[in-house]
């Protein structure tokens, strides 16, 4: 089955740096690679996704990568706010109608 | 509105006691996943319904596990004996009505396990 591995565990950067968190995964037949984000006390919420018929894809400060050739790819946001605090997750799935994988959390601390 | 009502929010027991978590989506969906969320081992998917009916349970840990969704808006996740290697967050997600494959997470249920 899918293996989701993911980088940093925890990761702390100052407000207004860039901060970077990678995922791999093991199943070349994943095509659907979703990004959470989880305040504390809170279930996680989609933040961004990405298929596999893309490269890249932005939404404002926030934006994911993936290369399908390596298995990989990543979550960059940008200008960092204190309210990006949380914990992130990757996650990996089957044309998005399979249940996801997850990566086990970037802890991400943006100290202002 | 694709939300997910948890109960309880915290529970607290002790080694050996039946622990029932509840999960009822706002609007009824066929598709409903428990997640379980520790510090070791990340979410893991427990088991996930389609239709009403278990698809794949294989991330259950062992028989003290058990989940049932009786109808689209209801399911329980039922623990017995619970042990202290229990405690953990319990998630119930669903997915959102367009299919886009976007999970919907309830605000989960805190177990410890005394």
């Known amino acids: 089955g899918e293996n989701v591995e993911q980088h940093p565990s925890t990761l702390s950067v100052q407000e207004g740096d860039s901060a970077v968190i990678k995922c791999t995964y093991s199943d070349s037949a994943s095509n659907y690679f979703p990004w959470y984000k989880q305040e504390l006390g809170k279930g996680p919420q989609l933040i961004i996704d990405i298929r596999s018929n893309v490269g890249e894809k932005k939404d404002q400060r926030i934006a994911v990568t993936l290369n399908k050739t390596a298995k990989h790819f990543s979550l960059h946001i940008t200008e960092t706010q204190p309210e990006d605090s949380a914990v992130y997750f990757c996650a990996a799935s089957f044309s998005g109608n399979t249940p996801l994988v997850f990566g086990k959390g970037t802890r991400l601390s943006v100290i202002a | ?114």
């Not at chain 2, 509840?22 to 389609?50: A, D, V």
């Open chain 2, 1 to 114: 509105d694709a939300g997910v009502i948890q109960s309880p929010r915290h529970e607290v027991t002790e080694m050996g006691q039946e622990v029932t978590l509840r999960c009822k989506p706002i609007s009824g969906h066929n598709s409903l996943f428990w997640y379980r969320q520790t510090m070791m081992r990340g979410l893991e998917l427990l088991i996930y319904f389609n239709n009403n009916v278990p698809i794949d349970d294989s991330g259950m840990p062992e028989d003290r596990f058990s989940a049932k969704m009786p109808n689209a808006s209801f399911s329980t996740l039922k623990i017995q004996p619970s042990e202290p290697r229990d405690s953990a967050v319990y998630f119930c997600a669903i997915w959102g009505s367009l299919n886009t494959g976007e999970l919907f997470f309830g605000e989960g249920s805190r177990l410890t396990v005394l």
